[in-house]
């Protein structure tokens, strides 16, 4: 069965401070993987996307890694902002023939002051 | 912005209502999804167009009946709601790249009462 898994469900951070947030998937065949991050009561917004060569990418203070052999993925955040409280999901493609996208349920980070 | 307008973004309805919600494409795709977004769970497939024409169908119940009248347009009509169907109601489009990326908009945020 095709699913991503996402931990912690929640995490509380103070500004300033580094975290990661992981990701394990069980999809097959697998295209790519990316990272949303979604505010509140917004849509979510494409933070990096990870192909099955690539191992690690940047996008500012966002790092993601992927290790294809076990199927884990990771976004650490470096010096935590307050605006970077949002929830992040992970999303794991898979095209085989169609698109098809497996949604985690998403890491809720809170950065306090 | 993301290119993908949601309106209305707040609605709340009565069971008996009915209303539509409307999603509109700015980024020339050619491939337009209803997700639904409860808390504390995945993204919700609902439906999917390619070019019009619908491809995916997750076993909406009726009461959800979508429209494509072009590609850059999506509906979702809404009738006999029921008090479980609050939930944010997100369309997306998909990038024409072979990374299908996805694209959200704003979602809408819909209680039905």
Redesign the interface.
């Known amino acids: 069965k095709n699913q ?1 898994e996402q931990s912690p ?1 929640s995490l509380i951070i103070l500004e300033g401070k580094n975290c990661t947030l992981q990701c394990n998937y069980t999809v097959s065949p697998f ?2 993987l ?1 990272w ?1 991050k979604q505010d509140t ?6 933070l990096t ?1 990870m ?1 099955f060569s690539e191992n690690t990418k940047s996008n500012g203070r966002y790092t993601a890694t992927l290790d294809a052999d076990t199927k884990q993925s990771s976004l650490h955040i470096t010096a935590s902002q307050l605006s970077d409280s949002a929830s992040y ?1 992970c ?1 794991v ?1 898979s ?1 085989s023939g ?2 098809k ?6 890491t809720r980070l809170k950065v306090l002051a | 912005e ?1 290119g ?1 307008t ?1 309106t209305p973004r707040h609605l709340v309805m009565g069971m008996t209502n009915k209303k539509s919600l409307k999603c509109e494409q700015h980024l020339g795709h050619n ?1 337009m999804y209803w997700y639904k977004q409860s808390a ?4 919700e ?1 609902m439906f999917v167009y390619n070019f019009k024409e619908q ?1 995916e169908n997750n076993s909406v119940p009726s009461r959800f009946s979508p429209e494509c009248p072009n590609s850059s347009h999506l509906f979702l009509h809404l009738h006999t709601l029921q008090p479980e169907d609050s939930a ?1 109601y ?1 369309c ?1 489009s ?1 990038g024409t790249s072979e ?9 809408s ?1 819909l209680t039905v009462l």
């Open positions: 991503v469900q295209s790519n990316r949303y009561g917004r849509g979510p917004v494409s996307i192909t999901i999303v493609s095209t169609t698109y996208y497996i949604f985690g349920t998403g | 993301t993908v949601q491939a504390k769970k995945p993204l497939l491809t944010l997100l997306a998909r990374a299908g990326e996805l694209f959200f908009g704003e979602g945020r």
